[in-house]
């Protein structure tokens, strides 16, 4: 089965947990954000992410949308501009 | 021209005020967001703001073009800072030209409150005493 490449970039609170503006990383083909969240949560300690939303390739989209290769995905924790 | 834009340079109100001139429009209202020294009881030294650029720029679009489509209005415009703010500096500004007020009125205030729930941007406090920490929305 072979890997899908993708890149996550992260912001705000997640930025401070991993200490990295984006990484790239090698998933499972059917990877999800789902999916993909509950791993860095692991890893980093990301809080639930209940009321986050998701975004791939810069469009908001659903928590079990599969990934594809290169895509973008940036996590977006409840919004607090203004 | 692009009437949602996300800047890390200082907002200029005066000058932005004057960038609007509109024959057509009998009323100007215009609403800033400004950086203020204390939130839930603590002393704030300064503000931090991140912007997710590409999607704030969108959504940001989105909620003008909705104004735009929603109120009798002549045009509106929303400038968000990001980067490190000082106590006083303004942090995000909306003008709209309408033909009468109350419809200008209106539209400043869906767009800033549509800004705040929606767009990509995030707001990290900065306290007197040390400790600082990102702020939690309202989820």
Redesign the interface.
Known sequence: MKLINIKV?Y???L??LTTKKEELLSVDPGTTPQSLYDILQEKYSFPDQN?FKV?IN???TEWNEPLSQHDTV?F??????? | MNNFIISQDEIDFFALNQQFKNPNAGAMSSFQGVVRKNNLGKEVLRLEYQSYDQLAQKEGGNIINEALESFDIESAYCMHRTGVLEIGDIAVAVIVLAGHREDSFKACRYIIDEVKLRVPIWKKEIYQNGDSGWLKGAG
Do not use: S
């Open positions: 970039i912001f705000a609170v930025r401070d009321t975004a810069d469009n908001f940036v977006i924790p409840p919004v607090t501009g203004g």
